[in-house]
């Protein structure tokens, strides 16, 4: 197994291997242990305000002196209009019953009480907290953020679940492009067409392989060093390892969660829009069977507020029928050991 390539030179790491943003689970602690492993740890700042990022980016300095990407959403977001108005209610009401019926007491917000921020504010607190790689997913960066980013010397690192918005992507500068296989758990990264793809990862890597020349890293269904391998051979040159380290010492998933991903069979795990209103991959409960039910569902980030406070009290409750656990297809021992022996075991399997 070669790990130097274009990418990790790019990047400046000795393996090409990313330990996954992953916004609620990945931690500081999980970015400085993937560092530890001569790895690239990537910190999930998602929709967060500007001067929670930076509390966040300098907790991870405190720990590690590596460099680390730092992750972004950059999605539109919707204009809230009479429609939308009307439509929160009833789903709100529905919602409201639902926890009701399962004996959950919660209040959830009026569509004026939601708070949505713009990534630009986030791209300020990245340059200035001298972030050296940032990557993005839900969209593409518009045309003057990718040049203030370009010109700050910042790395970027764009998301496709096709070949579409590969191509995309490269046209815009963006330096290396994370391709995420339809096995991946969490949100999808779509942004050109809001349907699921249906390629697999598979023909998606090596078809976009085909269609670009920067330096693709392959996202989803990579748990052992035969699937690493597998994506190397599809035209990879980089691994973004998500599920793998979700039972980690340094996951922010509370106990009762890594127990039902080690209690998993493949007909638990859906692709869905019910917690957020943007397809995202994990495990299918009381909640997403109810919604899926009632087919109303809110565009992203409205069903994901609306829901965040059901889904906060859930989890202080250890109610696994009311919280989104992601996780991608490849089931896994969900390991409790350290991210670092994590990765550093996944190395030696790769390069048996
Ligand atoms: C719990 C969880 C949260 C995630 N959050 C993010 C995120 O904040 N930003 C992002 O770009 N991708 C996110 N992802 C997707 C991962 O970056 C990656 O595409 C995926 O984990 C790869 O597939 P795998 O889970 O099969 O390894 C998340 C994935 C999981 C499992």
Redesign the pocket.
């Known amino acids: 197994m070669h790990w130097k390539n274009d990418l990790s030179r790019l990047l400046n790491i000795e393996y090409p291997i990313i330990q ?7 931690t500081p602690q999980m970015v400085a242990a993937a560092a530890k492993a001569n790895c690239l740890g ?1 910190l ?1 700042l ?1 929709d967060l305000p500007a001067d929670k990022c930076v509390e966040i980016i300098r907790a991870t300095k405190q720990l590690t002196n590596a460099v680390f990407a730092v ?1 972004i ?1 950059v999605n539109d977001i919707p204009e809230i209009t009479d429609e939308l108005r009307a439509q929160y209610k009833t789903v709100k009401n529905f919602i409201t019953q639902l926890a009701n019926q399962h004996h959950i007491e919660v209040q959830l917000p009026e569509i004026e009480e939601i708070k949505v921020n713009s990534y630009h504010e986030r791209i300020d607190a990245m340059i200035a907290e001298d972030c050296k790689i940032v ?3 839900f969209g593409n960066l518009d045309e003057q953020s990718i040049h203030r980013l370009k010109s700050s010397g910042i790395k970027l690192i764009g ?1 496709c679940t096709s070949v579409n918005e590969a191509v995309i992507l490269e046209k815009s500068g963006i330096d290396l492009i ?1 391709v ?2 339809i ?5 999808r ?1 779509t942004f050109v067409n809001a349907d699921i793809p249906e390629i697999g990862g598979m023909s998606l890597l090596s078809k976009v392989y085909d269609s670009v020349s920067v330096p693709l890293i392959y ?5 052992n060093g035969r699937t690493l391998k597998a994506a190397q051979a599809l035209g990879a040159q980089g691994f ?5 380290l ?1 039972g980690s010492a340094e996951s922010a998933l509370m106990e009762f969660e890594k127990q039902r991903l080690r209690n998993l069979n493949e007909k638990d795990i859906v692709l869905t829009k019910s917690f957020s209103g943007r397809y995202a ?2 495990i299918k409960n009381t909640f997403v069977n109810a919604v899926e039910a009632n087919q109303q569902i809110l565009p992203y980030p409205y069903q994901n507020k609306l829901t965040a406070e059901l889904r906060r009290i859930a989890r202080i409750n250890h109610n696994a029928d009311f919280v989104n ?6 089931i896994n021992a969900y390991s409790g050991k350290s991210t670092t022996e994590i990765l550093e075991n996944l190395i030696k399997e790769a390069e048996k």
Do not use: D, K, V
């Open positions: 996954a943003p992953m916004l609620g689970t990945a990537a999930p998602g992750n959403f990557s993005f997913t998301t994370c995420q296989g096995e991946a758990g969490g949100h990264g996202a989803g269904g990579i748990y973004q390892i998500g599920s793998l979700l991959r994990g656990i992601w996780t991608g297809q490849s």
